[in-house]
Nanobody, 116 residues
Framework: QVQLVESGGGLVQAGGSLRLSCAASGSISIYALAWYRQAPGKQRELVASISQSGSVGTNYADSEKGRFTISRDNAKNTVYLQMDSLKPDDTAVYYC?????????WGQGTQVTVSS
């Protein structure tokens, strides 16, 4: 079992940047990784994902292309989400996810609030 702990959320003004981190309790090398978010009253949605190798397979939701960058450091068992040009609509709880076959793990989430 892998435990995931997100950090790096907070309050930022529109146009600002944040870097989220998600540290795993064990090796993440076999897992595909992703960031999701959930705004109040809305369903959880995919923000970005990255394959096991990290060199290919990043997928972004259309609204995040060019603003968000997902990366992984397998040596540190950590996945990151760099978020630039933040908008108030980006306000949500952000969750990291790791999956491999039937294994599917979630973090507890970190709040991101973007003020206008």
């Amino acid at each position: 079992q892998v435990q995931l702990v997100e950090s790096g959320g907070g309050l930022v003004q529109a146009g600002g940047s944040l870097r989220l981190s998600c540290a795993a309790s064990g090796s993440i090398s076999i897992y595909a990784l992703a960031w999701y978010r959930q705004a109040p009253g809305k369903q959880r949605e995919l923000v970005a994902s990255i394959s096991q190798s990290g060199s290919v397979g990043t997928n972004y939701a259309d609204s995040e292309k060019g603003r968000f960058t997902i990366s992984r450091d397998n040596a540190k068992n950590t996945v990151y989400l760099q978020m630039d040009s933040l908008k108030p609509d980006d306000t949500a709880v952000y969750y990291c996810n790791a999956w491999f076959g039937p294994r599917n793990y979630w973090g507890q989430g970190t709040q991101v609030t973007v003020s206008s």
